[in-house]
């Protein structure tokens, strides 16, 4: 078993669940802000959750966070006021690293003018703006509140402000979308000059109304995958790396957020719907809570027990599955340590499951390196589906 010492690297992410309108393809927990947001309210409630969490899982107080992702939602309705509050209580009750990673999502549409310089000084050093597409048709097509112009003028806000760490989302697959479309959006976000790009497929995820009703002249799969494939070389061309199924960044600059959930690290969730991942150790256990989504119930319940919708111990079959779900989606692969430090599982486990994977040509390995192939990065899902048990 792991030492207590070698528990996984740990991060918090906190979750704002108001947008002004929700998009037809998004299946996260958002809803329609109200007339009046109550900032206020709901940053002492994300206190309290964290308060409460602390206090309840051992050990959890003495560990040191090394990143901090406020996603949403659209967090960025949030004034920067509101951010440093938050980021100033997190910080009176958290252990930082001293490079702590700080994201802020943030759309266009809900950009004022000098509002990202105030979350530099509330803390925030890495924005992600979800562009999604710079051409106004394929923006309104997926519903998008904002237009190309103000995409544009709050990636140069941005930079103005002082963020040097700056992600773009990028959709492609997008209804009435060419490939000639797709890349002209590839290229306009290239001499953005981010340091990081996102870039991936829409799809159609239940319980949307996308899902339901799904928009005219989506891409076939063919096309599908050259918008995939030909945006991919050009970012690679102009020096972005790939080190995630969908992330792509320049000069190494890799969201150390999301590297931590892909190598099955821990992370603290707070804010209505969040979930956490929480390891102990003697005897070792891994830890999934889950809370209320509902906006207003999680008001009023934060900070105490009834505000916990859910609590899943993870067993040997799920932390195999998890774990694989997650890291096969690293480029890089990962090294068969990595899945006895961050499971507490013999190796034996992995390689029960690795050989049918290796003999249909999905996953490699060598020297304890394991990578997929291919084959395997093209039918992902296949190769994870493997692991399923």
Known sequence: MPESSLLPPLGLYVHIPWCVRKCPYCDFNSHKMPDQLNEAGYTSALL???DFELFTQPGLADRTVATVFIGGGTPSLF???SISTLLGGIKDRLKCCDSLEVTLEANPGTVEFGRFAGYV???????SIGVQSFNQEALQRIGRIHSADEALAAIESAKTAGFDRLNLDLMCGLPGQTLAMALADVQMAIDSVPDHISYYQLTLEPNTPFYQHPPPQLPDDDDAFDLQTQGRALLEKAGFAQYEVSAYARDGRFCRHNINYWQFGDYIGIGAGAHSKITVSEPWLVTRRRRVRGPEMYLQMAGSVSAI???????QDDLVMEFMLNALRLKKGFRSELFCART??????LWQRMQEAIGRGLLCESGGLITSTDLGWQFLDDAVAIFLK
């Open 79 to 81: 004034s920067p006021h």
């Open 309 to 315: 919708s859910g609590v899943s111990k993870l067993g």
């Open 48 to 50: 309290a959750d964290l």
């Open 121 to 127: 000084d509330a803390g925030v050093n890495r924005l």
């Open 344 to 349: 507490g599982l013999p190796e034996s486990l």
